[in-house]
């Protein structure tokens, strides 16, 4: 077998880190063995969430089928029995944070976020109390400000730095830095008459590694905190009291969890989904003993004795019973020790060595790409930090990718280029809002600018004012490999070091410069006809062919007019509902009749085109930043299309009213999403028509066909022209050439180009013997050469700039006479 020179060089380095050498699985028999539906996928986001292995699956399917478990609450055998595995899982926790019981409980919570919540609502605050947090936490410590502050507590991020000069300068005191920001105090809740007590109580939290850069805290900083033994510059002063400190170890318990016996936290938090992934649902608070009566619940569920009619309730002696609510997640619990068993046979020191090694890897290999005209290519967070914390790093690399005149790549566009290329990893702030703005520096002007201009978590705002709002994460697991990490950076300098054929495209559609009409192989202008046309009655179900058809105002008369929606008033597309393919439409124009036919419904289902008592009263609905005044169709309608898709769902109308046209209002609509501000339309994506090219389709074949063949992979099959769903197809002519098309011709109507339609993965889908298969073609082979800004482009979009007065039908034949000019 030939060897990867890549990865030889790899082993040379890290050979002794990757792998588990001596462990009794090594990778390449673990991901062989346990994570065959890998086989296919690049997983790269396990600070997302770990990936369960088959075997611990087949151990916890087996546990439940061999015993029989109750509810711990009750004294039945099978309950009592459920009570010891509760329990041996609450030792199993401590042991894994090496936390001695009779330091520390174990405090079973829904997951971190929970936990955090639970300490938040409990916590002894007080108006002399201070909640300080570095600046690098979750969204799910900085909603513990809230409580602080409804108490009258100040709140204050911080940072943590080293100092140049240690303990001498500082009369004794540890070389950590703390450098405060703004204090947060709310005026209506605080009150300035109390005086400091013995019993003021202070919290401290941190993250034991950041889920925006990787970079791992120092739990030295548990005992600097508890001991006083910090420098804070500016003037800010933190209250006297008695300062605890809460650890948000959800990240980085994955690779190195607290030790408790050195770092005497008083609380932890963790998920048990994020170190092996199964299962989900549940976490856990650990918290110090001698802080438990300090906690403060509200609420109570189980308890040792109540009374319903008088206020009176005992609480339950242990710590666990008093903070957890109801009846715990007992199934999953006992399926806790399944995971477990994987971490140790693999221990937690050879999973960090063997992640920590990939991910060095490719934050180096990232660092050093480079365009061609020298420029960088990436830049890596967390890489250059001089703070006390970056001193070592984990297994997750968080970056963004810069064009070669300097300006940034999208980082949506990136995700959406992973995934057609079947790697998963994660964009945006991860929830880490801190981290994320002091990493991309964002000031609070550019955070405020952004929030006003529409950005919100998840959406496609990716670059506003021309900087990232966020950024790339690939992070590394137990079970991730050297082929993983190799097969991304393989993505990341096909799909964005620039390359010749990338910039050709580039400039023909920056500009789309007028050119002569192309000619034949014998000097003749080449000739354009319509070779089809196709009618797409309701969106996102299969069309039908015709030879010719009426033009309306909003394009070809009863293109996309229905479409279906869920009862919560999602719209449905083959993307979410793939069997909406298999729904066939016809329409009788002289019956006035929709046909509509599927599979699954044994009779032929007819609609009036004229409204008649099968329209229900009208509603108003908003979609693709357009908003729609429609009919709805009535029960029997419905009962129809819910038995052909599966599930509950509404047939609506688009109406004839003026409210077809797309809004240009700042709150409804990004003005760049729509290509035409006074247009008409039914309910497309963009534009009344989609123009497909026969040449280009036939190239875009070619491409796919020696893509194949270089690969040795799978059997060619031709992509035809309706996978794309176009409204027109032409032939003739040079493969693309409608690109450069300003306005057609069709007989005497005229029609303005758009530009480019943007492809999503619809196109990747296709149906045969009733199943729908997705794939990653036509779409990536399309994205390596015809992406453009984040947006892959097949096909044109068309405007209708004539009006519609008498009936006037496109027919099959017709020559089209294209203007470039």
């Known amino acids: ?41 690049v997983y790269l986001d396990h600070a997302g969430a770990s990936l369960y292995s088959e075997l611990q699956m087949e151990a916890v399917f087996k546990d439940f089928n061999s015993t029989l478990y109750g509810n711990p609450h009750s004294q039945n055998n099978c309950s009592l029995t459920t009570g010891d595995i509760v329990g041996e899982a609450r030792r199993q926790v401590l042991d894994f944070f090496n936390a001695s019981p009779g330091e520390y409980k174990c405090v079973f919570t829904s997951g971190a976020t929970a936990a955090l919540k639970l300490v938040g609502e409990t916590f002894p605050w007080s108006n002399r109390s201070t909640f300080m947090y570095t600046m690098e936490n979750h969204n799910s410590v900085l909603g513990i400000r809230e409580y602080a502050l409804r108490e009258g507590a100040a709140a204050i991020a911080v940072d943590i730095e080293a100092n140049s000069i240690h303990n001498q300068r500082f009369s004794g005191k540890s070389a950590v830095n703390i450098r405060p920001h703004h204090v947060q105090i709310r005026r209506e809740a605080w009150c300035g008459n109390d005086e400091f007590t013995n019993n003021t109580y202070n919290l ?36 006297r009291g008695h300062w605890m400190v809460l650890i948000d170890a959800a990240k980085g318990s994955a690779t190195i969890p607290p030790d408790l016996s050195k770092y005497k936290a008083d609380f932890v938090v963790c998920s048990f989904y994020k170190l092996f992934g199964y299962p989900t649902g549940i976490g856990a608070l650990i918290i110090r003993n001698e802080h438990a009566n300090l906690l403060k619940k509200t609420y109570f569920s189980g308890v040792a004795a109540s009374i319903a009619d008088i206020d009176f309730h005992k609480r339950r002696d242990g710590i666990e019973e008093y903070l957890e609510d109801g009846t715990i997640s007992f199934l999953s619990i006992s399926s806790l020790r399944h995971g477990f068993k994987i971490l140790n046979d693999l221990t937690m020191s050879a999973i960090s060595r063997h992640s920590v090694s990939l991910a060095m890897y490719v934050r180096r290999s990232l660092v050093d790409m480079r365009h061609v005209n020298g420029k960088i290519v990436c830049v890596v967070y967390g890489v250059n930090c001089q703070e006390l914390l970056s001193s070592e790093m984990g297994p997750t690399v ?72 966020g950024s790339v994460r690939v992070s590394f697991g137990y079970m991730s490999t050297f082929e993983d990490a190799r097969k991304f950076l393989k993505f990341i300098d096909s799909a964005f070091v620039s390359s010749p054929v990338q910039s050709a495209y580039l400039d023909l559609m920056r500009e789309r410069p007028s050119q002569p009409p192309s000619e034949d192989a014998g000097g003749v202008t080449a000739r354009h006809f319509l070779k089809s046309i196709m009618v797409y009655p309701i ?74 008592s099968s329209v229900a009263e009208g509603e108003q609905i908003k979609t693709y930043y357009q908003r729609y005044e429609i009919p709805v169709c009535k029960n029997d309608i419905d009962v129809w299309f819910s038995s052909a898709i599966g599930l509950p769902c509404t047939l609506v109308r688009s109406s004839a009213s003026e409210n077809h046209l797309c809004s240009n209002r700042n709150d409804t609509i990004i003005p760049q999403m729509c290509r035409d501000l006074q247009t008409r339309l039914n309910f497309v994506n963009e534009g009344q028509f989609l123009l497909i090219s026969e040449a280009s389709v ?6 796919l066909k020696s893509k194949l063949q270089n690969s040795s992979r799978g059997q060619f099959v031709e992509v035809s022209t309706s996978r794309f769903r176009p409204n027109l197809v032409v032939s003739g002519g040079e493969p693309y050439a409608e690109d450069r098309w300003r306005s057609i011709k069709i007989g005497d109507k005229n029609f303005t180009s758009l530009g480019g339609c943007n492809r999503c993965q619809m196109i990747n889908m296709t149906a045969k013997g009733g199943t729908v298969h997705r794939s990653n073609e036509p779409l990536a082979t399309i994205a390596s050469y015809r992406r453009l800004k984040g947006k892959i482009y097949f096909g044109i979009l068309l405007r209708l700039d004539d009006n519609i007065e008498q009936d006037v039908y496109l027919c099959v034949g017709q020559e089209i006479f294209a203007n470039t000019d």
């Open 539 to 612: 969106k996102s179900c299969a069309g039908f062919n015709v030879e010719s058809w009426p033009l309306s105002t909003t394009g070809l008369l009863h293109d996309r007019e229905w479409l279906l929606k869920s009862l919560s008033g999602e719209i449905l597309t083959q993307k979410k509902v793939p069997h909406m393919c298999y729904i066939t439409t016809s329409v009788d124009l002289k019956l006035g009749v929709l046909f509509v036919e599927s599979p699954r419904c044994n009779e032929k289902l007819q609609i009036k085109l004229i409204s008649d």
């Open 204 to 239: 401290f939290a941190f993250p034991s590694e950041c889920n925006f850069s990787g970079q791992r805290f120092k739990l030295d900083l548990v005992n600097d905190i508890k001991g006083d033994s910090y420098e804070i510059s500016g003037t800010f002063t933190p209250q």
């Open 398 to 469: 968080s970056f963004n990718l810069k064009r070669p005149d300097g300006s940034w790549f999208g980082y949506r566009e990136v995700e959406k280029l992973a995934s057609v290329s079947s790697i998963q990893l994660r964009t945006g702030c991860f929830c880490n809002p801190g981290a994320c703005a002091k990493h991309l520096g964002l000031s609070h002007s550019d955070l405020l600018s952004n929030a006003e201009a529409g950005h919100i978590c998840w959406d496609d705002h990716d670059v506003l004012n021309g900087k990232p709002t």
């Open 698 to 703: 036939i190239d875009l074949n070619s491409r």
């Open 1 to 41: 077998m030939a060897t990867d020179p890549e990865k030889e060089r790899f082993l040379k380095e890290f050979g002794g880190d990757y792998g588990y050498p001596g462990a009794p699985k090594n990778i390449d028999d673990l991901r062989a063995n346990e994570f065959k539906r890998l086989n296919e996928v």
